[in-house]
């Protein structure tokens, strides 16, 4: 019965360190979200802050690639009517004839 208990005991202190371990890295990194709950209170994560870099803007698709010569589109285009699409459709029509 006691290495039972004892057993408890060292799994619940391994869940334990696994929540703050989880925590500590929410706080690191945390959710850049505005509907992003706030973090519960625990014991502070102890060692040096990791450097985050900003995202170079070529990966973030700001810049061309070296053979990319197409326009950069910063909005999207809007989704084609109803009367856009006939008329896309009679010109192709008429186009065959």
């Known amino acids: 019965m006691q290495s039972r208990v004892l057993r408890n005991q060292a799994l619940a202190l391994k869940e334990l360190k696994a929540i ?14 505005k509907a992003c709950p706030p973090l519960a209170d625990h014991t502070p994560f102890v060692g040096p802050a990791p450097k985050i870099h900003a995202i170079h ?6 810049y061309h690639g070296p053979r990319d010569r197409a326009p950069i589109k910063k909005t999207p285009t809007k989704p084609p009517t109803a009367a856009d699409i006939q008329a896309e459709l009679e010109a192709l029509l ?3 004839r």
């Open 57 to 62: 803007p070529l990966l973030q698709g700001r």
């Open 20 to 33: 703050q371990d989880r925590r500590n890295i929410l706080e690191r990194y945390p959710d850049q979200t």
């Open 94 to 96: 008429n186009s065959t």
